[in-house]
């Protein structure tokens, strides 16, 4: 009898952005080609480097303005408006120092890949520098602009994220709990420069949707990357059904306390209880956003609402809801 010796499997196939070697063994990854004409100048890549596009995230700051009913008020609007651009440039400070510290990881990752320090277009040096400058105008307009109480919560998300970047990214479920921080010191940042007190609700809505958005971006980054999520060292301590348990138990939390809050809302309302209708429209946005979850394609939270057109419309629909409910009690 003859016995044929099994044919050898071979090695997956490193990432076009990756160098094979001999055995299978990959070194540096290669830098991301540089684009053609002005998307691959000097100064777009500096203007890109501070990611502009996730500037969105900071309209958070007029969430509890809008639940308070008086985001139209000047002497809040004022305020809420001011804290905006401070929250941007902190923001964008620690997006420089998170994108120098993952310089390597993110050269390893297929769309990080292309960020401006990755690329080695914008050198670190001059990163850091901006970082710090960004940092010191973050915090001065702060303290000076609005009420001081601001500048100790853009501290606190300056502190916390900057601990982010150096090691707790590296923590399981404690690095969950820090991006969702940020979200929710956003929320908590409006409330403040405008000298508004911040109900138990707000901040249960708020903390718990945060958590409930960031576990399905890991999710997806866990289901679209795969074998490559050594690009974020957290990732191989996740299992997708414990990211799935996660974001569904926040999800849970998060639609609790905002019933329990519209309900309540809507027992003070003489009429037509908008608050307690904006419900049905909430829990669907939730529910549309978390298709795009378990799919395993929602991104950044600010691109899966502008690119989902139907949640967009749930969107618009809870706004209007609630909007009328919280300026009819």
């Keep these: 009898m003859t016995v044929t010796a099994p044919e050898p499997v071979p ?3 490193a990432p076009s952005h990756l160098t094979p070697l001999e055995g299978g063994a990959v070194t540096k990854p290669e830098l991301a080609p540089r684009l053609a004409g002005w998307r691959g100048s000097f100064a777009w890549a500096l203007v890109r480097s501070v990611r502009p596009r996730q500037w969105v995230k900071n309209v958070l700051v007029l969430a509890a303005p809008l639940a308070a009913g008086k ?8 305020p809420t408006a001011v804290a905006f651009v401070p929250f941007c440039l902190a923001a964008s400070a620690v997006y420089l120092v998170n994108d120098t510290i993952d310089v390597e990881e993110d050269r390893r990752h297929p769309r990080k890949r292309f960020r401006p320090i990755a690329a080695g277009i ?3 040096p001059l990163a850091i520098a901006m970082a710090v400058v960004l940092f010191a105008i973050s915090l001065t307009a702060g303290v000076l602009l609005t009420r001081p109480a601001l500048a100790w919560v853009l501290a606190s998300y300056v502190v916390i994220h900057l601990a982010y970047c150096l090691f707790l990214k590296n923590q399981p479920v404690i690095d969950l709990a820090v991006v969702a921080s940020g979200f929710l010191l956003r929320g908590i940042a409006g409330g403040v420069a405008a000298g508004l ?3 138990q609700w707000f901040l249960l809505v708020a903390a718990f949707g945060s958590l409930f958005m960031v576990a ?3 999710y997806s980054e866990l289901i679209l990357i795969g074998d490559a999520a050594a690009t974020r060292k957290t990732l191989k301590e996740y299992s997708a059904s414990y990211l799935r348990f996660v ?3 926040s999800a849970a ?3 609790t306390a905002y019933s329990l809050w519209a309900a309540n809302m809507g027992d003070s309302q003489n ?12 829990v669907m946005a939730v529910l549309r956003y978390a298709v795009d979850v378990d799919k395993g394609s929602a991104g950044a939270p600010e691109e899966i609402v502008l690119g989902d057109r139907v949640l967009l419309v749930l969107g618009l629909i809870w706004a209007v809801t609630v909007g009328v409910g919280v300026f009819t009690r």
């Design 253 to 255: 939390v998060t639609l």
């Design 216 to 218: 399905g971006k890991r």
């Design 271 to 282: 009429g037509v209880p908008w608050s307690t209708i904006s419900i049905a429209p909430f």
């Design 11 to 13: 090695a997956p196939a």
């Design 71 to 78: 985001v139209f008020d000047p002497d809040v609007l004022g």
């Design 197 to 199: 007190a911040l109900s």
């Design 247 to 249: 974001w569904s138990l």
């Design 122 to 124: 914008v050198p670190k």
